[in-house]
């Protein structure tokens, strides 16, 4: 007995972890659980439509069954009255007890027949609600494969996105700003050396010291200019 709940044990712990699995690959791949799904709804449909045939096979028998049996008690009835009409007392007995028969079997048909009237409605009924929920499930599994393909690729995107890296771009433009600001700070130190060299200075000095000269020059002619026109008005 011990050995016997050990292994019962044991079969449980397979079948959940069967189960887990199985749950696991079917969210990896949601598909085959919508297939799953709808290939089990389409074997109880099937086994449905099976049932209701049954069903619907039985109610037809005991119509036609009914039928005739009506059929048949009409003409008793009808030898009945031909039987009293003719004071054929035997015969008429025999016909009254056959059509009491028949009465009974014909409403116990009857009753049968509506029972099995509601019962292959009730079928059809199933077998509609069930076609519904495959194609609402069939419908169900291409809106969800197609939002899920949707969200996948978005997240492809969104993971290419993030792993794209510009540190290499970055570290590249670096350098050559490094060197472009080094050209400029040499070409400035050039200018700022050049104006502060003695040769420099020294041409400043006489550029001003020129400019001095040609100003004493200058006063010195419109002095004399002014001294002629003063002797030539007296």
Same mark, same amino acid.
Request: no cysteine; net charge negative.
């Given at each position: 007995m011990a050995e016997d709940g050990f292994f019962q044990r044991l079969a449980n712990l397979f079948r959940g972890f069967l189960s887990l699995w199985i749950s696991d690959v079917e969210k990896e791949h949601p598909e085959i659980a919508y297939e799953n799904a709808i290939g089990a709804m389409i +074997?109880?449909?099937a086994k449905l439509k099976r049932a209701a045939a049954a069903i619907i096979q039985r109610r037809d028998e005991l119509h036609d069954r009914l039928a005739r049996q009506s059929s048949e008690l009409t003409q008793i009835a009808q030898d009945l009255d031909a039987a009293v009409q003719t004071s054929q007392d035997d015969l008429a007995i025999i016909l009254i007890q056959k059509? !009491? #028969?028949f009465e009974k079997e014909?409403? +116990?048909l009857k009753a049968d027949l509506e029972t099995a009237g509601k019962e292959a409605e009730s079928a059809k009924g199933a077998l509609l609600q069930v076609q519904a929920e495959i194609k609402k499930l &069939?419908? +169900?599994? !291409?809106?969800? #494969?197609a939002k899920m393909a949707s969200a996948q690729a978005r997240i492809r995107i &969104? +993971? &290419?996105? /993030?792993? #794209?890296?510009v !540190?290499? /771009?970055v570290k590249a433009l670096e350098g050559v700003r490094s060197h472009i600001n080094e050209t400029i700070a040499q070409a400035n130190l050039g200018s700022e050396l050049a104006d502060s060299s003695l040769d420099t200075r020294l041409a400043a000095l006489r550029r001003q010291s020129g400019g001095i000269t040609a100003r004493s020059q200058l006063d010195e002619l419109k002095a004399k200019h002014a001294a002629k026109q003063k002797e030539a008005a007296r």
């Open positions: +074997e109880k449909y059509k !009491d #028969l014909v409403a +116990e &069939q419908a +169900e599994r !291409d809106n969800m #494969l &969104q +993971e &290419q996105l /993030e792993g #794209l890296s !540190d290499a /771009e």
